[in-house]
């Protein structure tokens, strides 16, 4: 064993003797490693280089997972990776990415973890992610993403994870999530101040979708078609503006769909028929400036509950449409008239016109503070901020 040791010394040492032998065995045994990047191992290599323009292409095609932070990548190419088919976790954070072109990450069967942040992206073009297999996160935050455009996720699918937080982005386009399937879980951003008809159309099998702190001057007809097979569906802590009839039209098996937390400012109709199959939809905690026009709920399980109401002079608060679960008028609360805000719809019922005699000045003062409380909706859709700052004044009151 010692002697065999010796031998392999005294090869080497005679090889290494010889210049040509070892510039060869260099060549065949350790991958070259290009000047600006650190080759931690075989699979491993690090290129955290401002002097780095573009993806070099001299690395060993066994590499695993590859640095490219920092450097100055500005545009990725289609099949930018297609000599690194080993590739499973590639980080792409700040690296002056302008551009990501179609098919950028085409020929990387085993990427499980992609990471692109803090880089000026502006927009995700159409397929600039498309035919990820097996891929397990996207994470694209803190980036300037504005827009994404249709079709830029298609043929990917399996995916634990697409984040989208900490990115300027107002509008969905149509199809944005086309041809995506099989995601637990996609993040969005706050701030989405539009929300396209057929934004999420051809996004099959989503674990959870929330989307939150949006300001919309209204959610718009077709919104959710050609959307199908989402465990969760979430609209929270958002402006929605207007509920348009049809908003809901063409979304397909729904496990559970919560409208929580929102201020809405008028439902011209809310329906969900069998076709959509939603399982349970919860309405939980609205502030609604009026009344639904009309509602049709064909859904499993219907929770309507914690929200603030019209209670109209007069009007039996189960002839709200919304009036469809067995403890209605105690579980909801009025928002308006003053008098009666923050009163259960049925504490209120009776007391709304009541009170021309003694209640009058109380109930003439509260007109008096009505009028500011009235300023705060404006008849143009209202940004967000003052819908906190609505929803605040009423609650504290
Ligand atoms: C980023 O790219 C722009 C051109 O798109 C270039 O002018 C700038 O110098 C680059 N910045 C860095 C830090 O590489
Ligand atoms: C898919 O990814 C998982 C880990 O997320 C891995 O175990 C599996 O081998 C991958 N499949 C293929 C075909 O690469
Ligand atoms: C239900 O929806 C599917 C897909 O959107 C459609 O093809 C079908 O005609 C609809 N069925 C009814 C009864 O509306």
Known sequence: MV???????????????VPTHAELLASTLVPSCPPQCICLSQSQVVCNSATLRGVPAALSPSVMQL??????????????FAHLRQ??????????????????FRGLPRL??????????TTVDAFAFAALQNISSIVLTYNKIAQIEGYAFAGTNFIKLISLRNNPIKRILAHAFSGLNDVNQIEFPSGIRSLEPQAFAGLEGVGVLELAYMDLPSLLPDTFFGMTRI?????????????????????????????????IDGVEELSLVR???VRTFKVTGNHMLESPEAVVLEVDNIVIR???????????????????????ADENYCISPLKVRGRSLSSAAGAVCRGEGGGSARARAAVGAGHAARSVYPLAPPRLTLTIATIAFLTNS
């Open 87 to 104: 590739l499973r976790r590639l980080s792409l954070d700040a690296c002056n990415l302008t551009r990501i072109k179609p098919f950028a």
């Open 231 to 263: 465990g969760r569906l979430a609209l929270r802590e958002s402006d929605l503006g207007v509920i348009r009839a049809g908003a809901f039209d063409g979304l397909r098996y729904v496990d559970i769909l919560e409208v929580c937390n929102n201020k």
């Open 112 to 121: 499980n973890e992609l990471y692109i942040q803090h880089s000026p992206l």
């Open 67 to 80: 640095s490219l932070s920092r450097a100055d990548l500005r545009v990725l190419r289609s099949d930018a």
């Open 275 to 277: 076709n959509n199959s």
């Open 306 to 328: 914690g929200n603030h109401l019209p209670c109209e002079c007069g009007r039996d608060p189960l002839a709200n449409p919304l009036a469809l679960t067995q403890d209605f």
């Open 3 to 17: 002697l065999r040791s010796l031998v392999v010394v005294a090869v080497w040492t005679v090889l290494l003797h």
